[in-house]
């Protein structure tokens, strides 16, 4: 990754929403720095009077739309006849999926911009989960303003208010640790469960089809 304060204007617009743009759309860009890029790039707006925030800003989250669209028609094109292929137990996470994105799916969408990783997938399993378009859509628009445009335009003020600059720091930092936390949490949460019903689940002693509570079948001779 380039330094964006030794760009000039129009080189710093391409690499910012050509990131934003794989970052949001490409799977295998999950691991890229978006939210420092963009705040990043805020901060070089403020001190470089040849960089427009307002083109900067909006650019940004032109591409990032761009990009969910990309995720969202992969997940369509590829992901869903790839997994009507598997076997029933497959297909029923992904009915358990597409009822989670009728429910929660643009409030997953939004939030997903601000967890490095999710941003990536979330639009993928939405095309997948057949999310409504028009929801899809209008959940993609705010996100990328909010994340997007966001980020860029706290960046760019936060250079001339010091509690502000910390603040997002300490925001964004936040941001990271949950996105490691969280899911190694749900994991940990999923294998105590299927140890506990592993546990449950051994026949034994007292169980159906077999003596119970160590009594000895009667014998007809007895």
């Known amino acids: 990754m380039p330094d964006l304060a030794d760009l000039s204007a129009g080189a710093l617009y391409a690499v910012v929403w050509g990131l934003v743009f794989v970052e ?31 083109l900067l ?11 969910n669209a990309v ?21 029923a996470h992904l009915e358990r999926a597409e009822a989670f994105y009728e429910r929660f799916g643009p409030v997953a969408l939004v939030v ?8 990536t997938f979330v639009p993928v399993l939405a095309g ?18 909010v994340w997007g445009a966001g980020l860029i335009v706290l960046g760019y003020y936060a250079a001339t208010v010091p509690w502000l600059k910390t603040a997002a720091y ?12 969280v899911p190694l949490a749900a994991a940990a949460r999923r294998r105590w469960q299927r140890r506990r019903g592993d546990g449950h689940g051994v026949p034994g002693e007292g169980s159906a089809g077999g003596p119970a509570g160590g009594q000895r079948p009667s014998s007809s001779t007895e």
Request: charged share 10%; glycine share 12%; proline share 6%.
């Open 128 to 145: 997948v989960s057949r999310m409504r378009y028009s929801q899809f859509l209008a959940a993609t628009l705010a996100g990328a303003l």
């Open 170 to 181: 300490a925001v964004a930092g936040t941001a990271v640790a949950l996105s490691v936390v």
């Open 71 to 91: 995720g969202y028609w992969t997940g369509a094109r590829y992901g869903r006849p790839w997994l009507e292929r598997r076997p029933p137990r497959v297909l």
């Open 24 to 54: 949001s759309g490409i799977l295998v860009a999950f691991w890229m720095p978006g939210d420092t890029v963009l705040f990043t790039a805020g901060l070089v707006a403020q001190a470089s009077p040849g960089v427009s925030l307002w």
């Open 112 to 119: 997903a911009r601000f967890i490095p990783w999710a941003r």
């Open 57 to 67: 800003a909006g650019g940004t989250a032109v591409t990032a739309t761009a990009g």
